[in-house]
Protein backbone atom coordinates (compact mmCIF):
# COMPACT_ATOMS: atom_id res chain seq x y z
CA UNK A 1 0.00 0.00 0.00
CA UNK A 2 1.53 3.57 -0.76
CA UNK A 3 1.64 5.71 1.73
CA UNK A 4 -0.62 9.16 1.60
CA UNK A 5 1.14 11.93 0.15
CA UNK A 6 3.04 13.97 2.28
CA UNK A 7 3.74 10.92 4.48
CA UNK A 8 6.65 9.13 5.13
CA UNK A 9 6.85 5.39 3.99
CA UNK A 10 5.83 4.14 7.51
CA UNK A 11 2.12 5.69 7.17
CA UNK A 12 2.25 7.28 10.45
CA UNK A 13 2.43 11.31 10.62
CA UNK A 14 5.23 13.17 12.66
CA UNK A 15 4.94 16.79 13.48
CA UNK A 16 7.69 17.28 10.96
CA UNK A 17 5.43 16.25 8.60
CA UNK A 18 2.61 18.13 9.80
CA UNK A 19 4.98 21.35 9.84
CA UNK A 20 6.17 20.84 5.91
CA UNK A 21 2.84 20.23 4.54
CA UNK A 22 1.52 23.37 6.55
CA UNK A 23 4.57 25.20 5.11
CA UNK A 24 6.11 26.23 9.12
CA UNK A 25 8.87 25.46 11.23
CA UNK A 26 8.65 22.55 13.04
CA UNK A 27 8.30 25.40 16.11
CA UNK A 28 5.58 27.20 14.77
CA UNK A 29 3.29 23.64 14.08
CA UNK A 30 4.24 22.44 17.18
CA UNK A 31 3.29 26.36 19.28
CA UNK A 32 -0.25 25.99 17.11
CA UNK A 33 -0.81 22.44 18.60
CA UNK A 34 -0.37 23.65 21.80
CA UNK A 35 -1.92 26.93 21.83
CA UNK A 36 0.99 28.69 22.18
CA UNK A 37 2.70 31.64 20.83
CA UNK A 38 1.60 34.41 18.59
CA UNK A 39 0.86 33.79 15.15
CA UNK A 40 -1.75 34.91 12.21
CA UNK A 41 -4.87 32.81 12.86
CA UNK A 42 -4.65 31.50 8.95
CA UNK A 43 -0.80 30.24 9.66
CA UNK A 44 -2.63 27.94 12.70
CA UNK A 45 -5.41 27.07 10.59
CA UNK A 46 -3.52 25.69 7.82
CA UNK A 47 -1.65 23.44 10.82
CA UNK A 48 -4.69 22.58 12.29
CA UNK A 49 -6.03 21.73 8.75
CA UNK A 50 -2.45 19.30 7.93
CA UNK A 51 -3.19 17.90 11.28
CA UNK A 52 -6.83 16.55 9.62
CA UNK A 53 -5.24 15.99 6.06
CA UNK A 54 -2.52 13.84 7.64
CA UNK A 55 -4.41 12.11 10.51
CA UNK A 56 -1.62 13.37 12.75
CA UNK A 57 -2.21 12.50 16.67
CA UNK A 58 0.24 13.75 19.41
CA UNK A 59 1.45 11.75 21.84
CA UNK A 60 -1.09 13.26 24.43
CA UNK A 61 0.38 11.91 28.00
CA UNK A 62 3.86 12.67 27.07
CA UNK A 63 2.76 16.11 25.90
CA UNK A 64 0.70 16.32 29.62
CA UNK A 65 4.09 15.66 31.37
CA UNK A 66 6.05 17.88 29.25
CA UNK A 67 3.36 21.44 29.16
CA UNK A 68 1.79 20.77 32.11
CA UNK A 69 -1.26 20.78 30.35
CA UNK A 70 -4.20 18.63 30.53
CA UNK A 71 -5.32 18.86 26.99
CA UNK A 72 -8.83 19.60 28.02
CA UNK A 73 -11.11 22.77 27.67
CA UNK A 74 -14.14 23.30 29.58
CA UNK A 75 -17.53 24.71 27.77
CA UNK A 76 -19.84 26.10 30.11
CA UNK A 77 -23.70 26.60 28.78
CA UNK A 78 -26.48 28.33 30.39
CA UNK A 79 -28.34 26.74 27.49
CA UNK A 80 -30.28 22.93 28.38
CA UNK A 81 -32.07 22.96 25.09
CA UNK A 82 -28.73 23.31 23.55
CA UNK A 83 -30.58 25.52 20.66
CA UNK A 84 -28.28 27.62 20.47
CA UNK A 85 -25.23 26.61 22.65
CA UNK A 86 -24.96 23.46 20.34
CA UNK A 87 -23.75 25.16 16.95
CA UNK A 88 -21.31 26.96 19.14
CA UNK A 89 -20.24 24.07 20.66
CA UNK A 90 -19.65 22.30 17.10
CA UNK A 91 -17.52 25.67 15.92
CA UNK A 92 -15.64 25.26 18.82
CA UNK A 93 -14.97 21.93 18.22
CA UNK A 94 -13.74 21.93 15.01
CA UNK A 95 -10.87 24.67 15.90
CA UNK A 96 -9.70 22.31 18.85
CA UNK A 97 -10.76 18.96 17.98
CA UNK A 98 -7.83 19.34 15.22
CA UNK A 99 -5.32 20.17 18.07
CA UNK A 100 -6.30 16.86 19.60
CA UNK A 101 -7.81 18.86 22.52
CA UNK A 102 -11.06 17.60 24.59
CA UNK A 103 -14.28 19.33 25.03
CA UNK A 104 -15.76 18.97 28.83
CA UNK A 105 -19.72 20.15 28.09
CA UNK A 106 -21.31 21.39 31.79
CA UNK A 107 -24.76 22.83 31.60
CA UNK A 108 -25.61 24.90 34.41
CA UNK A 109 -29.32 25.40 33.19
CA UNK A 110 -28.66 29.01 34.51
CA UNK A 111 -28.76 28.08 37.84
CA UNK A 112 -25.65 29.63 39.90
CA UNK A 113 -25.21 26.89 42.40
CA UNK A 114 -24.94 23.83 39.62
CA UNK A 115 -22.89 26.69 38.04
CA UNK A 116 -20.49 26.69 40.64
CA UNK A 117 -20.06 22.76 40.87
CA UNK A 118 -19.52 22.49 37.47
CA UNK A 119 -16.65 24.88 37.50
CA UNK A 120 -15.01 23.30 40.32
CA UNK A 121 -15.37 20.40 38.52
CA UNK A 122 -13.75 21.81 36.23
CA UNK A 123 -10.87 23.01 38.06
CA UNK A 124 -10.77 19.83 40.03
CA UNK A 125 -9.99 18.70 36.15
CA UNK A 126 -7.15 20.95 35.52
CA UNK A 127 -8.68 22.26 32.19
CA UNK A 128 -6.40 24.63 30.19
CA UNK A 129 -9.24 26.89 29.71
CA UNK A 130 -13.29 26.94 29.53
CA UNK A 131 -15.31 28.52 27.05
CA UNK A 132 -18.39 30.58 28.63
CA UNK A 133 -21.94 30.77 26.26
CA UNK A 134 -25.49 31.01 26.86
CA UNK A 135 -29.05 30.91 25.19
CA UNK A 136 -28.72 34.72 25.28
CA UNK A 137 -27.29 38.32 24.00
CA UNK A 138 -27.43 39.65 27.21
CA UNK A 139 -23.76 40.36 28.75
CA UNK A 140 -23.63 37.88 32.28
CA UNK A 141 -21.28 38.55 35.16
CA UNK A 142 -17.95 36.74 34.94
CA UNK A 143 -17.16 33.59 36.22
CA UNK A 144 -15.34 33.78 40.08
CA UNK A 145 -12.27 32.14 40.75
CA UNK A 146 -11.09 31.19 38.06
CA UNK A 147 -8.16 33.70 37.61
CA UNK A 148 -5.29 31.52 36.31
CA UNK A 149 -7.53 29.53 34.06
CA UNK A 150 -8.01 31.47 30.53
CA UNK A 151 -11.77 31.78 29.85
CA UNK A 152 -13.56 32.95 26.73
CA UNK A 153 -17.03 34.20 26.93
CA UNK A 154 -19.17 33.61 23.37
CA UNK A 155 -22.53 34.80 22.46
CA UNK A 156 -22.91 35.91 26.13
CA UNK A 157 -20.24 38.39 26.40
CA UNK A 158 -18.90 39.10 29.84
CA UNK A 159 -19.68 42.56 31.86
CA UNK A 160 -15.90 42.80 32.74
CA UNK A 161 -14.18 45.11 29.36
CA UNK A 162 -11.57 43.39 30.31
CA UNK A 163 -12.49 39.44 29.58
CA UNK A 164 -12.32 38.15 25.99
CA UNK A 165 -15.68 37.76 24.46
CA UNK A 166 -16.92 37.13 21.36
CA UNK A 167 -20.22 38.10 19.67
CA UNK A 168 -22.74 38.74 16.92
CA UNK A 169 -22.35 41.88 15.07
CA UNK A 170 -26.30 42.28 15.62
CA UNK A 171 -25.74 45.73 13.64
CA UNK A 172 -24.37 43.91 10.18
CA UNK A 173 -27.26 41.60 10.87
CA UNK A 174 -29.94 45.07 11.28
CA UNK A 175 -28.03 46.82 8.66
CA UNK A 176 -28.41 43.64 6.20
CA UNK A 177 -32.31 43.00 6.65
CA UNK A 178 -33.20 46.82 6.36
CA UNK A 179 -30.75 47.32 2.65
CA UNK A 180 -32.58 43.97 1.53
CA UNK A 181 -35.95 45.41 2.12
CA UNK A 182 -34.81 49.51 0.85
CA UNK A 183 -33.53 47.41 -2.34
CA UNK A 184 -36.58 45.35 -3.09
CA UNK A 185 -38.42 48.72 -2.73
CA UNK A 186 -40.21 48.40 0.08
CA UNK A 187 -40.36 51.58 2.53
CA UNK A 188 -43.45 50.87 5.12
CA UNK A 189 -41.73 48.81 7.67
CA UNK A 190 -42.37 47.07 10.55
CA UNK A 191 -40.12 45.45 13.26
CA UNK A 192 -42.04 43.35 15.64
CA UNK A 193 -39.37 41.75 18.30
CA UNK A 194 -38.99 39.75 21.80
CA UNK A 195 -39.19 40.89 25.34
CA UNK A 196 -37.33 44.85 25.60
CA UNK A 197 -35.39 43.43 28.46
CA UNK A 198 -33.32 40.83 26.35
CA UNK A 199 -30.23 42.57 24.77
CA UNK A 200 -31.30 40.98 21.23
CA UNK A 201 -34.49 42.57 21.07
CA UNK A 202 -33.50 46.15 22.43
CA UNK A 203 -30.07 46.09 20.21
CA UNK A 204 -31.93 45.04 16.88
CA UNK A 205 -34.43 47.47 17.28
CA UNK A 206 -32.39 50.48 17.97
CA UNK A 207 -30.21 50.22 15.00
CA UNK A 208 -33.28 49.40 12.59
CA UNK A 209 -34.36 52.62 14.18
CA UNK A 210 -30.90 54.18 13.06
CA UNK A 211 -30.60 52.44 9.90
CA UNK A 212 -34.64 53.48 8.56
CA UNK A 213 -33.67 57.43 9.88
CA UNK A 214 -30.29 56.82 8.25
CA UNK A 215 -33.03 56.44 4.89
CA UNK A 216 -35.28 59.13 5.46
CA UNK A 217 -37.81 56.90 6.84
CA UNK A 218 -39.50 55.41 9.89
CA UNK A 219 -41.12 52.51 10.89
CA UNK A 220 -44.60 51.93 9.59
CA UNK A 221 -46.35 51.90 13.04
CA UNK A 222 -44.57 54.24 14.40
CA UNK A 223 -42.90 52.45 17.28
CA UNK A 224 -41.24 48.75 17.71
CA UNK A 225 -43.52 46.04 18.73
CA UNK A 226 -41.94 44.21 21.78
CA UNK A 227 -43.05 41.00 23.02
CA UNK A 228 -42.04 37.88 23.34
CA UNK A 229 -40.07 35.20 21.17
CA UNK A 230 -42.91 33.29 19.94
CA UNK A 231 -45.20 32.52 16.88
CA UNK A 232 -48.31 33.64 18.86
CA UNK A 233 -46.69 36.55 19.68
CA UNK A 234 -45.98 36.96 15.79
CA UNK A 235 -49.50 36.32 14.75
CA UNK A 236 -50.79 39.06 17.16
CA UNK A 237 -48.27 41.16 16.39
CA UNK A 238 -49.05 41.18 12.51
CA UNK A 239 -52.62 41.57 13.42
CA UNK A 240 -51.96 44.84 15.36
CA UNK A 241 -49.61 46.63 12.75
CA UNK A 242 -52.44 45.60 9.99
CA UNK A 243 -54.90 47.42 11.81
CA UNK A 244 -52.62 50.32 12.62
CA UNK A 245 -50.95 51.15 9.26
CA UNK A 246 -52.74 48.43 6.55
CA UNK A 247 -49.98 49.67 4.01
CA UNK A 248 -47.03 48.16 5.69
CA UNK A 249 -45.65 46.26 2.61
CA UNK A 250 -42.49 44.70 4.93
CA UNK A 251 -41.80 43.23 8.29
CA UNK A 252 -38.12 42.78 10.06
CA UNK A 253 -38.59 40.47 12.33
CA UNK A 254 -36.40 39.65 15.77
CA UNK A 255 -36.52 36.06 14.97
CA UNK A 256 -37.85 33.50 13.33
CA UNK A 257 -40.28 32.24 15.02
CA UNK A 258 -41.92 35.38 14.92
CA UNK A 259 -41.67 35.92 11.06
CA UNK A 260 -43.17 32.90 10.99
CA UNK A 261 -45.91 33.42 12.98
CA UNK A 262 -46.46 37.03 10.95
CA UNK A 263 -46.42 34.80 7.83
CA UNK A 264 -49.38 32.76 9.38
CA UNK A 265 -51.71 36.04 9.32
CA UNK A 266 -50.37 37.56 6.38
CA UNK A 267 -51.81 34.36 4.95
CA UNK A 268 -54.88 33.74 6.75
CA UNK A 269 -55.71 37.59 5.76
CA UNK A 270 -54.90 36.65 1.96
CA UNK A 271 -52.46 38.83 1.64
CA UNK A 272 -49.84 37.86 -0.50
CA UNK A 273 -46.02 36.96 0.03
CA UNK A 274 -43.80 38.81 -0.89
CA UNK A 275 -46.49 40.38 -3.72
CA UNK A 276 -47.94 42.53 -0.79
CA UNK A 277 -45.54 42.21 2.14
CA UNK A 278 -42.02 40.86 2.60
CA UNK A 279 -41.01 39.32 5.89
CA UNK A 280 -37.57 39.07 7.21
CA UNK A 281 -36.72 36.68 10.11
CA UNK A 282 -33.32 36.38 12.56
CA UNK A 283 -30.83 33.77 13.63
CA UNK A 284 -31.92 31.38 10.49
CA UNK A 285 -33.09 28.58 12.57
CA UNK A 286 -34.14 25.60 10.23
CA UNK A 287 -36.90 24.69 12.46
CA UNK A 288 -38.85 27.55 11.82
CA UNK A 289 -37.15 29.42 8.34
CA UNK A 290 -37.83 25.99 6.03
CA UNK A 291 -40.48 25.05 7.82
CA UNK A 292 -42.36 28.33 6.76
CA UNK A 293 -44.68 29.15 4.57
CA UNK A 294 -43.39 30.65 2.12
CA UNK A 295 -39.62 30.37 3.81
CA UNK A 296 -38.02 32.84 5.13
CA UNK A 297 -35.07 35.19 4.38
CA UNK A 298 -33.21 35.41 7.51
CA UNK A 299 -30.11 37.04 8.94
CA UNK A 300 -27.57 33.95 10.01
CA UNK A 301 -25.87 34.67 12.93
CA UNK A 302 -22.73 32.40 12.16
CA UNK A 303 -22.80 30.59 15.42
CA UNK A 304 -20.29 28.12 14.30
CA UNK A 305 -17.91 30.66 13.67
CA UNK A 306 -18.50 32.48 16.64
CA UNK A 307 -17.43 29.10 18.22
CA UNK A 308 -14.68 28.64 16.32
CA UNK A 309 -13.71 32.15 16.75
CA UNK A 310 -13.87 32.08 20.88
CA UNK A 311 -12.20 28.45 20.59
CA UNK A 312 -9.09 30.01 18.72
CA UNK A 313 -8.89 33.24 21.18
CA UNK A 314 -8.52 30.68 23.70
CA UNK A 315 -5.91 28.79 22.49
CA UNK A 316 -4.24 32.26 21.97
CA UNK A 317 -5.23 33.05 25.60
CA UNK A 318 -3.60 29.77 26.59
CA UNK A 319 -0.42 30.47 24.96
CA UNK A 320 0.05 33.85 27.18
CA UNK A 321 -1.09 35.95 23.58
CA UNK A 322 -4.87 37.08 25.26
CA UNK A 323 -6.31 39.72 23.29
CA UNK A 324 -9.06 40.71 25.95
CA UNK A 325 -12.08 42.82 24.77
CA UNK A 326 -14.99 42.35 22.50
CA UNK A 327 -14.74 40.46 19.48
CA UNK A 328 -17.59 40.11 16.83
CA UNK A 329 -18.62 37.64 14.18
CA UNK A 330 -20.61 39.05 11.16
CA UNK A 331 -23.79 38.31 10.18
CA UNK A 332 -25.08 36.99 6.80
CA UNK A 333 -28.40 37.69 4.64
CA UNK A 334 -30.10 34.22 3.74
CA UNK A 335 -32.75 34.84 0.60
CA UNK A 336 -35.41 32.76 0.26
CA UNK A 337 -39.36 33.12 -0.66
CA UNK A 338 -40.78 35.25 1.92
CA UNK A 339 -38.59 38.74 0.26
Not at 66 to 81: A, F, K, Q
Not at 161 to 170: G, M, Q, R, T, W
Not at 199 to 206: E, G, N, P, S, T
Request: aromatic letters at 4%.
Amino acid sequence: MTAAPGLPSTGRAKLADVARLAGVSVGTASKALNGGGRMRPETRQRVLDAVEELGFRPNQHAQSLHTGRSWTVGLMTTDGIGRFSTPVLLGAEDALGAGKISVLLCDTRGDAIREQHHLRNLMDRRVDGIIVTGRRTDPRPPLNGIEPIPTVYALSPSTDPDDISVVSDDRSGAELAIEHLLATGRTRIAHISGPAHHAAARDRAHHTLELLERSSLGLATGRVHFGEWSEAWGRRAAEAVLRTAPDTDAFFCGNDQIARGVADALREKGLDVPGQAAIVGYDNWDVMALASRPPLTTIDTDLPEIGRRAALLLLDAIGSMSAPGLHTVPCRLVVREST
